[in-house]
């Protein structure tokens, strides 16, 4: 299914006109012409009531968070509308968060009837697809007409709006998108947040910014131009009067259950185009002693050559985004000699080479179907690994291990490579952490000061990093996937891997990843988790708390339970009694996701990735003993498991005067 609106300014304009048309998969004209012909009276085409609904709301950090929102599938999603050409990166740039941006889309899509084509109904294919097909040349139909055929519209209405916060320093996405993701069409943003999107007295502007665009696809309602805190008011407004006229729609198609019934309501007058269905074109076209192959290498290597084509267009738009924002800010003086034109340099060596490989992938997707089939030519290879490290440096998220000669510490930020060298330095500005447990000494700090830190503190250099001293009060039992002392792995086969630590969970044989915390924990803490699930059977994963009233020798095992399938947490346990049901997190398969624990004043919270899905749960006189995950029936890597104390003492001198 493809949606007819994925923007503002951007909007495909599918009809029932375009029904039985071919569908090309490539950035060239994706909708080909007629595969079968159409009559007045052509039977073929039938009108049927559905009730099909996609309501998403998500901070968008990379391509395939908005394939998601819009709901577009995999392979259809690199030769679609904004997601393909060379307009692409334009597009994605704009729509993706990065270090001083926050992305959030809504979109509300509502298909209430749809206008198909049955197969076996009559289809008379058009003269050209016929003489192929006697031909018995289906990569001639494949190259003429594409792998899928447009076999249904779907009638409704739709929303899209974009919401963009921005800075002039780096923001915590995290917190806006807790902040503004349960308010959209509910209610106004908090009174913190409004501070930050107003001048406050003193000073010149407001800490925060907020544009907010959007667009009503089968209704007459309009978007206001106000920004900020105001416009997020008016906003909601008008997505509560969208959802008030859905149900107006959804009423007056409720009784109908036959065509002449929808005809009679007014079918086109009252509802819009909204979405197309694509079924494969091998459905509809048979040819004796086909391959059946054919199609699905066709896909597979457009699909690569096509995603080739969206990462290496959005690569070349962040890249020319933050050139443009040092050329501004750097307009003149020493700063920009510094600054700007060795990024200048850097970011168009990289851009000659990124236009080059999307040459490669276009000329691909030229080429003959036939030519592709009988040849076996597979799409061309991925942007080569050390320009694909040029331009993460080039984004701010580069690596550099022992910089200037520090024993322990790294430095992530942007990193430039020397010509003729391929070495990288730290450039421009970014963050020095202990090796050790990943702890920040300095953030989001001028390299200049980072350096002299580095060179001005040996005695931090080996005290807080070497020896494991504590940063920021916190204690890790699991780094970058390392189990540190205390943590056990049992009735599992685990080991880490690409920086976490992969545990397979056998069904029948219980298995956990558990951490006896040095100290056992009393008052306020914290306790937080990377993870990520691979897959599972239909029970819960699993985070327990193993706790003591005074008897050390029996302790009490509490849990959180988190349900990937239906979107919900529950908890329970020797304390907390029978399972009860927490908040809604948005828990996605295969992606990472941030789980933080805290109580505060005897009273536990919840929260993953940043939204808090629940609060205030008592728990008096609570002594954690050990915290982990129980990994039965599961496949999850585990990236880090940390514990934090608010008692925890003054940093040293050394960091705070660099603060």
């Not at 509560?240 to 036959?258: M, P």
């Not at 690569?315 to 060795?342: I, S, V």
């Amino acid at each position: 299914m493809l949606p007819n609106q994925v923007g503002t300014h951007f909007s495909s304009s599918y009809t029932k006109t375009d029904l039985m048309k071919g569908f090309k998969i490539n950035k060239l004209a994706v909708l080909k012409g007629p595969v079968f012909y159409k009559t007045d009276n052509d039977d073929a085409l039938v009108l049927e009531k559905i009730a099909q609904e996609h309501n998403k709301v998500s901070m968008i950090t990379t391509k395939e968070d908005l394939n998601e929102v819009l709901k577009i599938s995999g392979e259809l999603s690199v030769s679609y509308g904004p997601a393909s050409g060379s307009g692409s990166g334009s597009y994605l740039s704009k729509r993706i968060s990065t270090k001083n941006k926050a992305v959030l889309i809504y979109v509300d899509r509502m298909s209430y009837y749809q206008i198909k084509f049955v197969n076996g109904r009559n289809l008379v294919p058009t003269r050209d697809v016929q003489g192929m097909m006697d031909e018995g040349d289906m990569n001639a139909i494949y190259n003429d007409y594409g792998t899928y055929i447009t076999s249904a519209v779907q009638y409704g209405c739709s929303m899209y709006v974009r919401y963009e916060i921005t800075s002039e320093t780096d923001i915590d996405i995290t917190e806006i998108n807790a902040e503004i993701t349960g308010k959209i069409g509910v209610e106004a943003l908090s009174l913190e947040m409004t501070a930050k999107l107003k001048i406050q007295s003193g000073e010149s502007k407001a800490k925060l910014k907020m544009d907010i665009v959007g667009q009503v696809s089968g209704m007459a309602l309009t978007f206001p131009t106000s920004t900020g805190a105001k416009g997020f008011i008016e906003a909601n407004d008008v997505i509560e009067e969208y959802n008030a006229q859905k149900k107006e729609l959804a009423e007056a198609v409720k009784d109908i259950t036959d065509k002449e019934g929808l005809e009679h309501i007014g079918l086109g007058k009252r509802f819009t185009p909204v979405a197309i269905e694509l079924d494969s074109i091998d459905n509809f076209i048979k040819i004796p002693n086909m391959d059946m192959n054919a199609a699905n290498f066709i896909n597979e290597q457009t699909v690569r050559a096509g995603s080739i084509i969206q990462e290496s267009n959005l690569l070349k738009a962040l890249l020319e985004e933050e050139r443009d924002a040092l050329d501004k800010k750097y307009f003149q003086g020493r700063n920009r000699t510094r600054y700007y034109l060795p990024y200048r340099d850097a970011a168009d060596t990289s851009s000659v080479r990124i236009n080059e490989k999307m040459d490669e992938c276009f000329n691909y997707l030229r080429k003959p179907v036939g030519e592709i089939v009988c040849g076996n030519l597979r799409a061309p290879s991925k942007l080569e690994y050390e320009y694909q490290d040029a331009v993460t440096g080039l984004l701010g998220n580069g690596y550099v291990e022992k910089p200037w000669k520090s024993e322990s510490m790294f430095f992530e930020g942007y990193t430039l490579k020397q010509p003729n060298d391929q070495k990288k330095k730290p450039f421009y500005r970014g963050s020095l952490k202990c090796d050790k447990n990943e702890k920040a000494v300095l953030e989001d700090r001028m390299v200049v000061e980072l350096k002299k830190f580095v060179q001005d503190n040996r005695e931090f250099d080996e005290k807080e990093c070497i020896q494991g001293g504590e940063i920021d009060g916190c204690i890790a039992g699991i780094v970058k996937g390392e189990l540190q002392g205390g943590v056990v792995a049992w009735g599992d086969s685990g080991q880490t891997v690409g920086g976490a630590y992969r545990t397979e969970g056998k069904e029948g044989y219980p298995s956990r990843l558990t951490w006896t915390v040095p100290e056992p924990l009393t008052g306020d803490f914290k306790v937080r988790s990377e993870f990520l699930l691979e897959h599972g059977n239909p029970t819960s994963l699993m985070f327990l708390l193993e706790s003591t009233d005074g008897d050390r020798d029996n302790p009490a095992v509490d849990y959180l339970g988190l349900q990937f399938d239906d979107n919900r947490l529950f908890y329970g346990g020797d304390h907390l009694g029978k399972n009860k049901f927490g908040g809604s997190p948005n828990l996605i398969r295969n992606k990472w996701h941030d789980l933080l624990l805290m109580r505060t004043d005897n009273k536990l919270s919840v929260s993953i990735d940043g939204v808090a899905v629940l609060t205030d749960l008592p728990t008096p006189d609570w002594t954690v003993l050990d915290v982990g995950w129980s990994t039965a029936y599961h496949t999850i890597q585990v990236r880090s498991l940390e514990e934090c104390r608010n008692d925890i003492p003054q940093q040293p001198q050394m960091c705070r005067c660099f603060e």
